[in-house]
């Protein structure tokens, strides 16, 4: 079955009502039949029928043994997180999402876990990182917010030779357009607040994983923690991965034209989106991808005018997240990057000159109009 099919169809022909729409069970907990017996839910921290629903298209999707579903993408790295031991050393993109930093940084390092951040596009720096103790590479690709393209199934070699478990965040792709588990992953995290959500209406978090061994070990791990999603939001997030085929067509498309024009503009120094020809990645994406994606970033002449420009934009708000319908556009320095010091931010080119932009499915030339009329202001 084509994955536009499965996504349409997720929870339909599952409910014994027959109803098309999965019905939300809001109950926190399940009566048992006898002594001892159970129908298959007993509490909802640990297995709720419409969780359960998205989490099992998740895994279908994604082409892994199991999905779970958390309150929050960090939920679900906290638990991913929880993995580890002390004593253990992570390799992380050197550009993460600034969440993904804060927690390594200000939580899990008082725990006793090692992170080193690595330029994860280059796969000798990976191998070079690489020390007694390391127990995992978390990678992001493209990177948030430069774009950087990682070589997924090189990675993996590199994690199979050296008894690493090998993470990706999807989050920017989605399984529409890359499926990390099928060039050797061993686990995918989404923040589905984003476009498997798509709607900028639900927080949640995904993951999946490959094999029954690491999958009852996570299990356990997301029952303990209990960050998991509520009945309510997983609906929502049902729904909305219903047309995720749909949009991620029609936000890519769009995303190539803004790109394009963002090139030519003469208020723009530089502009990074995989699809473009010269981004460094563009090729290995085409092996490892169906597509780019629609979120760009892109730099800005004159940083002075960057506070202008956001208060400008009329109909592309300036607000955090992405991957929704609604085009959004975030200042990484003082948002979504913001916990990371700003040497190393500016080190990264993270700077105050860079803008980024989650390119939503309204009509192009009411974006472009509204980049042009902001960038003239
Ligand atoms: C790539 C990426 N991963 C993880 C997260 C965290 O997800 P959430 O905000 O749903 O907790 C985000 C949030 O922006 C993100 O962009």
């Known amino acids: 079955m084509k994955i536009s099919t499965k996504l349409a169809q997720i929870g339909n022909r599952q409910d014994p009502t027959g109803a098309i729409s999965f019905p939300i069970y809001h109950s926190a907990t399940f009566a048992h039949p006898g002594f001892e017996q159970s129908t298959g839910f007993d509490y909802s921290r640990t297995k709720n029928p419409t969780r359960q629903v998205l989490e099992n298209a998740i895994a279908d999707l994604e082409e892994g043994t199991r999905g779970y579903a958390f309150s929050s993408g960090m939920g679900a790295i906290t638990t991913i997180l929880a ?3 002390q004593g253990d050393h992570l390799l992380v993109t050197e550009d993460p999402y600034g969440g993904t930093y804060r927690i390594l940084q200000e939580v899990f390092q008082d725990f006793g876990l090692e992170t080193s951040f690595v330029d994860t596009s280059d796969l000798e720096a990976i191998r070079k990182a690489i020390k007694p103790n390391t127990k995992s590479v978390f990678v992001e690709t493209p990177t948030n917010p ?29 399984p529409y357009l890359q499926k990390p588990l099928t060039l050797g992953a061993d686990m995918v995290i989404h923040s589905g607040t984003k476009y498997l959500g798509g709607h900028n209406d639900v927080v949640s978090g995904l993951v999946v994983v490959k094999g029954e061994e690491l999958a009852a070990r996570f299990g356990r791990l997301q029952n303990t923690l209990g960050a998991t999603l509520g009945p309510q939001d997983s ?32 208020a723009i120094t530089k502009v990074y989106y995989p699809g473009l020809k010269d981004h460094p990645g563009n090729e290995l994406q085409l092996q490892q991808a169906k597509g780019f994606g629609a979120m760009i970033s892109f730099r800005v002449k004159d940083r002075e005018l960057i506070p202008k420009i956001l208060s400008s934009l009329k109909t592309i708000s300036y607000a955090e997240s992405l991957g929704g319908v609604e085009s959004l556009i975030t200042y990484p320095a003082t948002q979504t990057h913001g916990d990371i010091p700003e040497e190393v ?20 030339e009411d974006l472009i109009d509204d980049l042009e009329q902001a960038f003239n202001k």
């Not at 950087?148 to 792709?173: M, P, W, Y």
């Not at 991965?241 to 991620?248: F, Y």
């Not at 500016?346 to 009509?363: A, F, Q, T, Y």
């Open 345 to 364: 931010r500016e080190n990264l080119g993270v700077d105050r000159s860079l803008l980024r932009l989650s390119v939503g499915i309204e009509d192009v």
């Open 83 to 85: 993995l580890f031991s």
């Open 146 to 174: 430069l774009m950087k393209i990682a070589d997924l199934r090189g990675i993996s070699t590199i994690c199979q030779e050296n008894n690493l478990l090998h993470i990706v965040d999807n989050t920017f792709l989605t």
């Open 235 to 266: 609906w929502l997030m049902i729904r909305g991965m219903k047309t995720l085929a749909l949009r991620m067509k029609a936000q890519e498309e769009n995303a190539h034209k803004i790109a394009q024009w963002l090139l030519n503009h003469p």
